[in-house]
Structures are given as structure tokens and as C-alpha cells.
């Protein structure tokens, strides 16, 4: 049986009248080159296989016959490939593209992706804003759309014509349409930080006060390990294996100070460089050992081998924590505590805000990693108070 990675073989088809002929299979379909051996079959096979291995293994298909459902299926093949973090866990961008090729798929499956107009694709929008949502996540759901598209006429299954007609179609601006308006994120009270403590684990705890005193990303965090921490100078530098700009080649340095060093010191003491600090399976096991140690009924009594309890969880904690985890683990202690749900994103907020009051805009960029002023005024509040007494004075 050939395998999938291997490359299909130059095959010779034996003739009663001597003209032996090349073949070449690709995906169950026999195309054949011309006379065996000859130099124009040679060329032709190693041009059909390149550009087989190009389309992703994929068999040449005519743009006029292409149907939205099966642009979709090749691109998800390919988005599969590249969505894809260095230790090949998928981001959440293939999430959102599966998102998308179902609207696709639900709306226009049948419909030739040659002809999938502006018409199309408000229509597919219109849907977007009767399901309530906010108008932000439509404009990036609409430009997937169009980025599937250009990457069929990169891949020659489209007609450019296409990608220009879609290309036309704006995005949505704020309050000129029916789509809901996203609220903005705002920072945290420390009240309702400190208010799910007891109710998260050392874990939790640690990623929680980490982002207060560093602005970073929750998803820079969960992935912490010894070897990305350099621990040489009074400040230790961390440098996470992947971030949100990765993929365009900035690199990412979040300053750890002595007390985010003593948030991080007790995570370090006999873990292996390579292994995450952070870990739902340790937290799990640390809480096993809570209820242990607190249990009043005998050991003989209760959960023994053979009771109907669950022995081996459908889903055992992984290794490391991920941006869902982090965020539901947050969201079931602010329902234990009866507190007001809050996101981990709004740590980063409130650490930005400090850090701008405090410090000006141009330090607070570079602690948060943002290239430009203006993003870091997206993440900051702007300081009334200093505004408000300029003006009772000069006002």
C-alpha cells in the first residue's frame, strides 16, 4: 500500500504493438505522459506531480466547475497545515475559519465559487448580524471569507475577477448598521480579582497575579516553562515560545520584577527546563490531596474499587493551561464567589492603564509589546484625574 507522503511512481503500460506508454496515478485517477521514456513524458510527469504536491495532493480542477463546498473542503485541508503553533497544537484561528466555512457550506455549498459575488457574501453578512453578532467578530469573519477566496486564486481555483468583486464589499462601521456594537473592555476592579482567590488554584492564582504585575497576554503566560526565562540580571526576561505576533517575526521579552520573580520561583524548584509551570494536572492532583487530607470518614468507607464513581475521567487534565482553561476556570470562581464575571483579558487591561498613569505611554508600549502608540491606547485607560485638574485650572 503507497503511503500518503510518498510520491507516485512513473509507470510504464505495456502495448501489443510495441508503443509502450507512461502513466502516472494521482488520487485513483490514471493520466497518462505519452511514449515511455521519452523526454516529453519525463517532463510532463514531474510537472504533473509538482503541481499535484502544490494544490496539497489535491487533482487540478477547472475554475468554472468549482463549487463553494469544495474551495471550502481544500482550503480547511490547507488551513489545518498552517494554523499551527511550533509544537503543532492548532490555534484558535482554525476555529474561526471552520466557523466560516460552515456559514459557507449552509448558505451556498452548491453555488460555483467562480460566481460567489458581492451579493453572496452581505447576504452571508446579513445572516452574521440577525445572529446578534457584534459587528467587530463580522468584519473579521467577512475578511476570512475574503482571505479564503484569495488564497483559492493563489491556488488557481478561482478566477481574480472574483476576489475584486469581493474585495469591493467594505466593512461594517460603528453605529451605520444593524450589527451590535461591541462594549469595550474594560479594566478589572482589584475588588473582583481579589474576590475569586479562594476559589482558584495555586495555578490559577499564579497566572492571575502574573498578569497584573506584567501586562502580558494569557496566552503568553499559560505556556511559561524554565528554559524561556532568563534568570541572569536583577530582571528576569521572558521569552515566550510563541505569541500573537510571532508569525510576522517580532519577538516578545515580558520583564519579570521581584515580584513577579516570587510568583514564579516556587513553580521553578525541581521542574524539568522544558516543562510547562503551569499545569491543570498538578492543580488537580494538589486538590485530590486537599480533600484527602480533610476527609473524616475511614479510608475502607466510600469511594473503593468496584463503586459506581468514575474512576478515569472522560477528559484528563492536560499538561499545560490554555486560554479557554485559564478563562473557565476564572468564570466558575467568580459564580462561587458571587462575584461579577470578569475575563482574564482584562488583567492586561488594568496592568496597561497603571503602567500608562504611572509611567507615560511610550514605556507602557514597550511592556506591553505593541508597536504602535495607538494600539497601547486601545489596552489603557485614560487618566481623567490629570485631565480634569489641568482643566480646573486653566479652565
Known amino acids: 500500500m503507497t503511503r500518503k507522503s510518498s510520491t507516485p511512481a512513473y509507470c510504464k503500460q505495456t502495448r501489443p504493438d510495441g508503443q509502450d506508454r507512461a502513466f502516472v496515478e494521482l488520487n485513483g485517477v490514471r493520466h497518462y505522459l505519452g511514449i515511455f521514456d521519452s523526454p516529453e513524458s519525463r517532463e510532463k510527469y514531474h510537472r504533473l506531480i509538482g503541481e499535484w504536491i502544490a494544490a496539497g495532493r489535491e487533482l487540478p480542477v477547472e475554475p468554472d466547475k468549482l463549487t463553494v463546498v469544495e474551495l471550502a473542503a481544500r482550503y480547511l485541508r490547507f488551513a489545518k497545515r498552517y494554523y499551527r503553533q511550533p509544537d503543532g497544537e492548532r490555534t484558535m484561528e482554525l476555529y474561526h475559519v471552520r466557523k466560516v466555512l460552515r456559514l459557507l457550506r449552509d448558505n451556498y455549498g452548491t453555488t460555483r465559487a467562480a460566481v460567489f459575488g458581492p451579493r453572496a457574501l452581505k447576504a452571508i453578512r446579513e445572516r452574521m448580524i440577525g445572529d446578534s453578532l457584534r459587528r467587530s467578530t463580522i468584519n473579521q469573519d467577512v475578511g476570512r471569507i475574503k482571505r479564503i477566496f484569495k488564497w ?41 480579582v481579589e474576590a475569586v482567590r479562594p476559589h482558584v488554584s495555586r495555578q490559577v492564582w499564579a497566572l492571575v497575579q502574573l498578569q497584573v504585575l506584567t501586562a502580558a497576554r494569557s496566552g503568553e503566560l499559560v505556556i511559561m516553562r524554565p528554559v524561556d526565562i532568563d534568570r541572569s540580571g ?64 475511614p479510608i475502607s468507607c466510600g469511594n473503593v474499587p468496584g463503586s459506581n464513581r468514575s474512576r478515569s475521567p472522560r477528559r484528563p487534565p492536560r499538561e499545560r493551561y490554555d486560554v479557554n482553561s485559564y478563562g473557565r476556570a476564572i468564570a466558575r470562581a467568580c459564580e462561587v464567589a458571587k462575584a461579577p464575571h470578569w475575563f482574564p483579558h482584562q488583567l492586561r487591561h488594568l496592568a496597561a492603564t497603571a ?11 514597550v511592556i506591553l509589546g505593541h508597536r504602535s502608540p495607538s494600539v497601547t491606547d486601545l489596552y489603557a485607560e485614560l487618566d481623567r484625574s490629570k485631565a480634569l485638574d489641568v482643566m480646573e485650572r486653566i479652565g
Open 234 to 297: 536583577p530582571v528576569w526576561t521572558f521569552s515566550p515560545a510563541d505569541h500573537k505576533t510571532a508569525f510576522r517575526g517580532h519577538k516578545r521579552t515580558i520583564f519579570l520584577g521581584p515580584r513577579a520573580q516570587d510568583v514564579v520561583r516556587p513553580f521553578l524548584e525541581g521542574r524539568p527546563p522544558g516543562a510547562f509551570l503551569f499545569s491543570p494536572a498538578e492543580a488537580e492532583e494538589e486538590r485530590r490531596a486537599a480533600l484527602h487530607a480533610r476527609r473524616k470518614t
Open 355 to 365: 503602567l500608562r498613569k504611572q509611567f507615560g505611554i511610550d514605556l507602557a508600549r
Open 152 to 192: 483559492g486564486v493563489a491556488e488557481e481555483l478561482v478566477p481574480p475577477s472574483t476576489l475584486q468583486a469581493l474585495l469591493a464589499v467594505p466593512g461594517l462601521r460603528r453605529n451605520r448598521s444593524e450589527a451590535r456594537e461591541p462594549e469595550a473592555v474594560r479594566p478589572v476592579p482589584e475588588a473582583h
